[in-house]
């Protein structure tokens, strides 16, 4: 009896119970499309609005893992990556959606194939520059204040975008650089590691000259210029001997090494005021040049022939 009474329980779930809200999902509009049946139904809707509101939890998750250690410009930055990486995920849950309903997206992928491609050829330098600008914000290899040099120019980077990098250079010019050049290209960065940067400024004396005399004025020119750093201390190079001239070299530490054209000129202007108190000359190129005739002319014979 006891048996008799779960089985019909059982029939009533499976038949009217589940039997009804499988009807309800399954009512809708079913389309005849050649062999096939295109199915829009309510179930199809269901699962597509729990498929994207999933979706949207997930991403939400996965920001906030990437971008709880990051500053709030970064985060800013990083969030407009995950808006591209939506917009992918929801394309991908509606073509599924559309296979799901008895839809054929095989045509559509097919007729979309040759626009895909054409539109990757064409926007190959722009996702280089987004990758780009992404592992940039990641790995922080570049930040807003450091001083690089692109293509031989010397800039201050004071903003960084998703697919551009701007600096200032040192004539107040922007330079507008795209991200794929930190990524692809040979980047010198001034103050990856510091702000202290080593600079020299490099001077030829006569032969003669005092040698420990020019290495004192040297030293008391860095140590007059403020913006040179006490610690570490400058140093004096004696590097080589110079066709023309003794060669020397005073090295020197600057936590501006963006400025360091003004600092290097002021003590070019030192050195020479300095060495022409104390009798230190600075030479220029010298060149001693003999000419050698090719075909000298044949000494007259002068002797008189009196036979």
Do not use: C
């Amino acid at each position: 009896m006891l048996q008799e009474q779960n089985t019909d329980i059982k029939e009533i779930i499976e038949e009217d119970i589940w039997g009804s809200i499988i009807d309800f999902l399954n009512y809708g509009f079913h389309i005849p499309a050649g062999e096939n049946t295109i199915h829009l139904t309510i179930g199809l809707l269901l699962l597509l609005v729990v498929t994207f509101l999933a979706t949207s939890f997930v991403l939400k998750i996965l920001r906030k893992l990437f971008t709880r250690r990051m500053e709030q410009e970064d985060k800013l930055k990083f969030i407009s990556i995950f808006k591209f990486i939506k917009y992918l995920v929801y394309l991908v849950v509606i073509l599924l959606t559309m296979s799901a309903a008895g839809i054929n997206i095989t045509v559509i992928l097919t007729a979309s194939a040759a626009l895909f491609v054409g539109l990757g050829l064409a926007l190959q330098e722009l996702f280089q520059d987004i990758i780009a600008g992404v592992l940039i914000i990641v790995d922080k290899s570049l930040r807003v204040g450091d001083v690089v040099e692109v293509d031989g120019k010397i800039g201050k980077v004071f903003e960084i975008k998703l697919r551009t990098t701007r600096a200032i250079t040192r004539d107040d010019k922007i330079v507008i650089i795209p991200n794929h050049k930190f990524i692809s290209d040979t980047i010198y960065n001034f103050t990856q590691n510091h702000k202290i940067t080593r600079e020299k400024v490099s001077v030829g004396v006569a032969y003669g000259s005092d040698v420990q005399l020019v290495t004192q004025i040297l030293l008391e020119v860095a140590r007059e210029q403020k913006e040179v750093l006490k610690n570490p201390k400058p140093l004096v190079l004696f590097e080589d001997f110079g066709d023309s001239a003794l060669l020397f070299s005073i090295n020197f530490f600057l936590r501006d090494s963006f400025g360091d054209p003004s600092i290097k000129s002021a003590m070019r202007y030192a050195i020479d005021t300095k060495f022409r108190a104390n009798n230190v000359t600075i030479p220029f190129p010298q060149r001693d040049v003999h000419f050698y005739p090719k075909n000298p002319l044949p000494i007259a014979n002068t002797t008189n022939n009196n036979a």
